[in-house]
């Protein structure tokens, strides 16, 4: 007989057990009760009530700059919101971890093997009537097939938001120190250490650690290109980097992750944040002419570590929100409550950040136009053109829209992998998601697509069922939400895992969140008022061009 369970017929986070020939649903502490978990108990109908939607609640916040002006500017109100988006976000994430990709229950090796991503539902049941437990056609359709008709740009789609190419590289060197699949075991494992540890500057090993660092005054190794510092070369470092044969030997660097060679753009971060690195050693060697290099090192690398926290939350997820409330990071909201200071990184959260629309297809620094064959793997096109004349380029032209029909030709197979890799893991479709993450499911697959009948009526022929369409697929069909760069699923999907991720830092911990953790007052300091600009321009010889993360009006 068929599992009942195959219907996901527990409601609100119950978790479904087959009993027999029938199932049981465990609705303990869902605030729910029923053979389904859909009963609200007395005081989860009266929450449910009062609770704004999340659309409601996007609304507001995109919207009446002129009340966010005034909110802004009193601290007892911001902190107030500040530390209501920490407590909401944050609990909507599982911490331990529940469920993961080895088993489909709960299992001792969901929290102790940290080889394998966590994973916010369990996978499908396995001999479902269709691939999507019983929703849709018996088979999906080809990944390839998908990705022409739905993904594959036609023309480039610029971000109506004017993000721009500064941002889409922040985006993709941030990530990747914790994406990390480890393709050889399988799509749910990594060999990261979720969170934001930084080894995409400093190695995921001790080893690769030791091959990057100087030895002397806490330092990184450098070179110098045309007078300025640049990450070493391969000879100097040797460290596992992946480069295609024909890349010269002296056109390879030694960069804390092993695929940052790829792109000029990741070049831009690996450069800038070695050079932060050397100057915060600097300056902590001023302070503390008795420190060795070990301790130098050690405590840049904690500086670096919240530089990144606070620019990220600041001005990455501030311009990625678009809300006009100010965002800002203060550990201390959260110390009068109970919060867990640890982590893991979810394949949902990985899926969801393969934004792959937002890269174009050429690239224009100072007059020249390169097209994506001469940019990949070409980190010499940054001593070209000089390491500021880069940065300011970048700062100036507009990335690609987050949406259907916008990566381009070299990236389609990257979607067409990770729609076989969420096959493989049998992942649940977007409306189990959404529902999961407090959104209601699409009832139809128009308004899934935001009102593009043509895209709905070929999707509805893919798939048969709004509710068997992949999770992938589906946060790549939205339309961005009003005022966002992001579709409504992947905010709703993605803002708990960041703000998760950010706030359960080590650093924000009570125990480390204080001066001496970062060598002083003047180390506190650099962590808290640590912003984009400022990491360029003290980095770089020469005036400083524009740094943002949006193409200016
Ligand atoms: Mn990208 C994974 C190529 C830009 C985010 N990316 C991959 C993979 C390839 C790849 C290849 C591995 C695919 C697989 O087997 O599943 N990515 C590129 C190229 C470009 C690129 C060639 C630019 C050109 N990627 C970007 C950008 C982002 C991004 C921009 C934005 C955040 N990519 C990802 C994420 C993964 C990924 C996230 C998953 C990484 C992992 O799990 O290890």
Redesign the pocket.
């Known amino acids: 007989a068929e599992n009942p369970c195959c219907s996901m017929p527990c409601q609100n986070t119950g978790v479904c057990m087959r009993e027999g020939d029938g199932y049981s649903c465990d609705c303990t502490r869902t605030g729910y009760y029923g053979q389904n978990c859909d009963i609200p108990e007395f005081w989860t109908s009266i929450k449910v009530a009062l609770k704004p939607s999340k659309k409601t609640t996007h609304h507001l916040l995109t919207n009446y700059k002129w009340l966010w002006n005034i909110v802004n500017r009193i601290p007892f109100l911001s902190n107030f919101i500040m530390r209501a988006v920490y407590k909401i976000r944050s609990a909507t994430v599982d911490s331990p971890p529940v469920y993961h990709t080895g088993h489909d229950y709960t299992s001792w090796d969901t929290y102790a093997d940290r080889s394998y991503y966590t994973r916010a539902l369990p996978p499908v049941p396995p001999g479902c009537p269709t691939p999507m437990g019983t929703a849709g056609r018996k088979e999906l359709p080809s990944p390839e097939y998908i990705a022409e008709t739905f993904l594959a740009r036609r023309r480039f789609i610029p971000d109506r938001r004017r993000t721009n190419v500064l941002f ?2 922040m ?2 060197h941030f ?2 120190q914790f ?3 480890d ?1 050889k075991k399988g ?1 749910g494992r ?1 060999w990261g250490d979720h969170g934001v540890d930084l080894s995409h500057i400093y190695g995921e090993t001790v080893e690769r650690q030791h091959q990057l660092r100087a030895f002397t005054d806490g330092k990184l190794k450098f070179q110098r290109v045309g007078g300025e510092v640049y990450p070493p070369s391969l000879a100097d470092a040797p460290v596992h980097m992946i480069y295609p044969p024909y890349v010269p030997a002296e056109k390879r660097f030694a960069i804390g992750h092993e695929f940052f060679g ?2 000029p753009g990741l070049f831009v971060y690996s450069t800038v944040w070695l050079r932060e690195h050397n100057r915060v050693c600097d300056v902590m060697k001023e302070l503390h002419p008795d420190w060795d290099d070990e301790r130098l090192f050690q405590t840049a690398r904690l500086i670096l570590t919240g530089e990144t926290i606070n620019i990220i939350i600041n001005e990455y997820v501030q311009h990625l929100s678009g809300y006009n409330f100010d965002l800002f990071w203060d550990p201390e909201l959260l110390f009068k409550d109970q919060f867990q200071y640890q982590n893991r990184i979810f394949v949902e959260f ?1 899926h969801l ?4 629309p ?2 174009p297809d050429q690239f224009h620094v100072n007059g020249t136009t390169y097209g ?1 064959k001469d940019y ?1 793997f070409n980190s010499d096109l940054v001593f070209r053109h000089g390491f500021g004349a880069t940065v300011d380029a970048m700062s100036r032209q507009i990335a690609g829209q987050i949406g259907p029909k916008n990566i ?1 030709p ?2 389609l ?2 979607a067409v ?2 729609i076989k ?1 969420e096959r493989n893991l049998r992942m649940q479709g977007l409306n189990q998601y959404r529902k999961r993450f407090g959104i209601p499911p699409y009832k139809t697959f128009l308004e899934l697509t935001g009102g593009d009948a043509e895209m709905a009526a070929q999707l509805e022929e893919a798939y048969g069922d709004v509710d068997a369409v992949e999770l992938y697929v589906g946060l790549m069909l939205e339309q961005p939400a009003p005022g966002s760069v992001t579709s409504e699923t992947i905010i709703e999907l993605g803002g708990p895992f960041s703000v998760k991720g950010l706030l359960s830092n080590p650093l924000c911990s009570p125990q480390w969140w204080r001066p001496s953790t970062f060598g002083g007052e003047a180390g506190f300091r650099l962590v808290k008022t640590a912003t984009l600009r400022d990491l360029f321009c003290r980095n770089m010889d020469g005036p400083c061009g524009l740094v943002t993360f949006a193409v200016p009006e």
């Open positions: 889409n590289f985006a993709q990530t990747h994406f990390k699949t393709f799509a990594t790829l792109l990985n950040y393969h934004w792959h937002l890269m994506m990949l381009g070299v990236n197979k990257v992998e990770t890799h």
